[in-house]
């Protein structure tokens, strides 16, 4: 094997390493962020419906809780929302349907999103009488990681093969110059 061929072996070896372990640290970040958003969002759809309960208990209208559980879960991606009580004995709850992520399984089993839910405690007047709890779905959080994945690796590799290319003409001509003295 020429000098050539080795030398540009090397090299891209080199810049598809680099690159691979940069898209693997960029996924890392990405996935610490979006945690760290979906736990904002739970912890805001927990809190604004915690005040809402408050409002809704103060008036003894419980009717009103189930209409106040789904106009929650229409601003929000939510898996569950529920109320527990003192005794964390479960008075209200409603699951919704969990729509499949449009990412292949191995992305999934990769990433591996942990169950993100948050608490916010509901009072009447100055008593605590129970939490309500917002789980939020993951679906969206993997399709936005999936996204975000295929359009780094694509810009990636895209300058990755770039500067491989210019890298062998620049050898190429440099091996020329060379031979000719």
């Known amino acids: 094997m020429s000098l050539y061929r080795q030398l540009i072996g090397v090299i891209s070896a ?4 680099l690159v691979s372990l940069w898209i693997i640290i960029s996924i890392h970040s990405d996935k ?3 945690i760290k958003q979906m736990q904002t969002q739970a912890q ?11 409002e809704v208990l103060k008036n003894n209208d419980r009717s009103r809780l189930g209409v106040l559980f789904n106009a929650v879960s229409d601003l ?6 529920y109320f527990v009580d003192l005794d964390n004995s479960r008075l209200i ?13 191995f992305f999934i089993q990769a990433i591996a999103l942990p169950p993100i839910e948050a608490r916010a405690a509901v009072s009447s007047g100055w008593s605590r009488i129970g939490d309500v709890v917002v789980v939020v779905s993951l679906r969206q959080g993997y399709e936005q990681l999936w996204q975000a994945t295929l359009e780094k690796a694509i810009w990636s590799l895209s300058m990755a093969l770039l500067a491989i290319l210019l890298i062998t003409v620049i050898i190429r001509l440099r091996l020329r110059a060379a031979q000719r003295r």
């Open 14 to 17: 080199v810049i598809l390493l």
């Open 32 to 34: 610490s962020t979006l």
């Open 44 to 54: 805001n759809g927990a809190t604004s419906l915690a005040i809402s309960m408050t």
């Open 76 to 81: 929000g991606d939510y898996q569950k929302i």
């Open 93 to 105: 709850e409603r699951a919704f349907s969990l729509e499949t992520p449009q990412v292949p399984d």
